[in-house]
Structure formats: structure tokens, C-alpha cells
């Protein structure tokens, strides 16, 4: 709809991750390297974990992506709430081995042989759980035995973990003390800051053909205070404003518009806290009564003058 007003190739904030758009700033660097030391290494295990739209999922197909598909041989699992078998089944599948039988012990034979090939023509298997935190215990247990497939001295197996923090509360938990140990590479993705996001913005225009700034230095900064620096909500935002900014035929896109569009998105809205100093001291039996005035004050306040009328 807007690229020829922008001067634009590609639309260049997608909801879908795109390596193509991936802003190189050092601390997404040092994710992609540790990740690709990981998996390259045989490290086994590597965890990356990070908030709801930092760029896990993108990051994960970038590092896939920088690996010849003659070396690595990967499976992509972005739906984790499956049974052990639906799992083994999904992998094999994606590896491109069609499943002989479909029982637990069949699977894993048919699949620790084909990995004993790939070893032998120095190639590396990656296994990619996206969205760990939805794993069940059970499922998680079944992951950590299949590094059990190995040789005498490499891993026949790497497998990649991500996730949002939750994931890390998990990997804490003492039922999985063996998987944790045997987890060799921890990293994660943060949110932009303020001159990040903007560099991060100028980056994806400059990508898909823009030659000039496309949003006023005002714009830029509010995208950063409704977005809290989270590359899917500026997305999200930048998208929809230059939608606006067409309809309107105004360039570059002033605050305004980006102030409006967050507004309708509802980002402006932050959820109430109460802090449990505010309710120290309050007797049981009327607490329900404080909570209530503490979320509705203009009510509490109209009720005290009725009070003081009567």
C-alpha cells in the first residue's frame, strides 16, 4: 500500500521474522556467535532465552541460515505441545527421514543410524525447540536422552532451546537438574534503547530502499517510549503509522501519528500496581473494600462526599 509513497522495494517491518532485516548491533553479535560456536562446537545443549518479541525466533533462522545445508542438517520444532512420539515423528519428518514404525523404540533406532551416517560424512544435526517454555516436564526429560546419542568422545545431537524467561525458571527447577548440567551455552536477546531503536528503524528502511528518514527524530524517540524497546511492538507501530502516514500523504511520518496509532493499539495503557506497602497496616476483614478504592479512586472520592452531604 505504501511502498511507492516511501520509495520502497519490500514493506520492511513484517510480523514475520525476516534474517533479511536482522540490525547487526553487537549484543545480537555475540548471541549469533555463541549460538553458532554451540551448534558447530557439539556443545549439546545451548539455551536462549528472552521477552515475547526480541527476536528469538529470527535470530534462530539466521543462525540456521548461515550454515551450509550440506554440513548441518536441522529440524525446527515452533510447536513444542506435542507427545514424545508426535516429537520423534516431527523430527524425523523434518530431518527428511520418513518413519519406518511408529513406536518410541523404532523411531529412536531408525534415527540414532542415520545420525551415525551424518557423523561419518562430518555433518551436524541440530534439533531447534522454539517456544521451550511450553514443554512439558515429561517432554523436556525426553529431550535431554536424546544427547545420550552420541559416540565415544562427540555428540551426535545438538539441540537448541529457546524461549521466554520462563524457560530459565524451569531449567532451575530441581527435576531437571540433569539437563541443566549438561547445558554448556546460555545467552539471550534484550530490549532496543532508545538510540538502538532508532538505528534499528533507520536499518530496516535502509534495507527495503528507502533514501531518506521516513519518520521525524520525534516520531523515532515515541516509538521507543510506546514499544519499551521490543523489536515486534516497533514493528508493530512503524507498520501501522506509515499506513496512516499515506492515507494522510505526509512525510516524514510526524510524532503525532505515531502517538495516535500506539494510542489505538492500546500501548498507551500500563497495568496497575498496587504496592503491597499501600495496603500494610489495613485490617483483613476490609481489604477487599481498600483494593476496591485503590483501583477506583473517583469513585472512593464521590462517596465520601455523598458522605459529608448527608
Not at 15 to 43: H, N, V, W
Not at 178 to 195: F, G, H, N, V
Not at 280 to 300: C, H, K, M, Q, Y
Request: hydrophobic residues 40%; glycine residues 4%; charged residues 25%.
Amino acid at each position: 500500500m505504501y511502498k511507492s509513497f516511501f520509495g520502497l522495494r519490500v514493506l520492511p517491518f513484517g510480523a514475520s521474522p525476516d534474517p533479511r532485516f536482522l540490525y547487526m548491533m553487537p549484543q545480537i553479535r555475540e548471541t549469533l556467535a555463541c549460538l553458532q560456536y554451540g551448534i558447530a562446537a557439539r556443545k549439546g545443549f545451548v539455551v536462549m532465552t528472552g521477552e515475547v518479541g526480541t527476536g528469538k525466533t529470527t535470530l534462530l533462522k539466521t543462525v540456521l541460515s548461515g550454515f551450509s545445508k550440506d554440513r548441518v542438517s536441522s529440524a525446527f520444532v515452533f510447536n513444542p505441545r506435542l507427545n514424545v512420539l508426535d516429537l520423534l515423528e516431527f523430527v524425523l519428518t523434518d530431518f527428511g527421514i520418513p518413519p519406518e514404525r511408529r513406536t518410541k523404540s523404532g523411531m529412536l533406532l531408525q534415527l540414532n543410524r542415520w545420525l551415525i551416517e551424518r557423523f561419518r560424512d562430518r555433518g551436524l544435526c541440530v534439533i531447534v525447540v522454539d517456544e521451550a517454555q511450553n514443554l512439558s516436564w515429561k517432554l523436556l526429560e525426553e529431550i535431554r536422552l536424546l544427547t545420550n546419542l552420541e559416540t565415544s568422545s562427540e555428540k551426535l545431537l545438538q539441540i537448541v532451546l529457546s524461549g521466554q524467561p520462563e524457560l530459565e525458571k524451569m531449567l532451575r527447577d530441581p527435576r531437571v537438574r540433569q539437563l541443566r548440567q549438561r547445558i554448556s551455552i546460555w545467552c539471550k536477546t534484550q530490549r532496543l534503547t532508545a538510540d538502538q531503536t532508532q538505528a534499528y528503524i533507520a536499518e530496516r528502511l535502509r534495507i527495503a530502499g528507502a533514501s531518506r528518514p521516513a519518520l521525524s527524530p520525534e516520531a523515532a524517540q515515541l516509538v521507543h517510549h510506546y514499544s519499551k524497546g521490543i523489536p515486534r511492538v516497533i514493528n508493530l507501530i512503524c507498520d501501522h503509522a506509515m499506513i496512516s502516514a499515506y492515507v494522510e500523504q505526509i512525510k516524514p511520518i510526524p510524532a503525532r501519528i505515531v502517538e495516535s496509532v500506539s494510542i489505538e493499539l492500546e500501548l498507551d495503557q500500563q497495568p496497575f500496581v498496587i504496592s503491597p506497602m499501600a495496603l500494610s497496616g489495613v485490617p483483613e476483614d476490609t481489604l477487599p473494600t481498600a483494593i476496591s478504592r485503590a483501583f477506583n479512586p473517583v469513585a472512593d472520592s464521590t462517596d465520601s462526599l455523598k458522605d459529608s452531604e448527608l
